[in-house]
């Protein structure tokens, strides 16, 4: 059993990814907040056969958080690849920007990325493989206007990315960031750029990198610019 924790399964680049980790024969760990396209996701997978199951949480408590991680430990194992796809994007200038919101950017699209990475990650070392694949943006590369606390997020979770490829080097394991561009989902409206990619393009990267990749990509920043 190949079992891969993924997060942001509900709709666009995390379905997608969902729907093909399926078709490769993956048992999944949907960790996310609950909503009904969650469990739509889990149904697409259940009529084709795939093995899955969801563990709910919202991302910008921290409880809930380490709590859903643990029960993926107990209730699945260990994972042998994570997926980090959950996000979020609240657009405003910075002046409009509340202090809440600016803090519940950070703690979906960086703090919860480290506090799952934290509770999965020693039995992952103990075992002795494992890949941890990051979605950042392409806003980690650039400034766009109404879009700073997404971007800082971003940003950081590229550091985070590259100082824990570091603490993995000779351990089996690997950790790398994929930074798409103009994605056509949902959270691209508003933005003022055009699709220049799907979701399926990004998710046949992920699973790249989560599935087939040489671990020699530790450490790596792989950016998507799309057509």
């Known amino acids: 059993m ?12 995390g379905r997608a990814t969902a729907l093909a980790l399926g078709r490769r024969g993956a048992t999944l760990a949907l960790v996310g907040r609950e909503s009904s396209d969650l469990a739509e996701t889990r149904r697409e997978l259940e009529a084709s056969g795939v093995t899955s199951a969801c563990f709910h949480a919202d991302f910008a408590d921290s409880d809930q958080t380490v709590a859903a991680a643990r029960r993926v430990l107990a209730s699945l194992g260990t994972p042998a690849a994570v997926i980090h796809n959950a996000g979020t994007i609240d657009r405003a200038s910075i002046v409009d920007t509340s202090p809440a919101s600016f803090a519940r950017q950070l703690a979906v699209n960086l703090t919860a990325p480290f506090l799952l990475t934290r509770e999965w990650l020693p039995s992952m070392l103990e075992r002795g493989s494992g890949r941890l694949v990051f979605v950042g943006s392409i806003s980690a590369t650039l400034g766009s206007p109404r879009a700073a606390a997404y971007a800082a997020s971003k940003w950081g979770l590229v550091g985070f990315v590259k100082s824990l490829a570091e603490e993995l080097s000779d351990s089996g394991l690997m950790a790398v960031a994929v930074l798409p561009g103009s994605v056509d989902t949902d959270m691209l409206a508003g933005s003022g750029f055009a699709p220049r990619m799907g979701p399926a393009d990004v998710a046949s990267t992920l699973i790249h990198y989560a599935l087939d990749a040489p671990i020699a990509h530790n450490g790596g ?3 998507m610019f799309g057509i």
């Open 2 to 13: 190949t079992l891969v924790a993924l997060t942001g399964a509900s709709r666009g680049i």
């Open 221 to 223: 920043v792989i950016e």
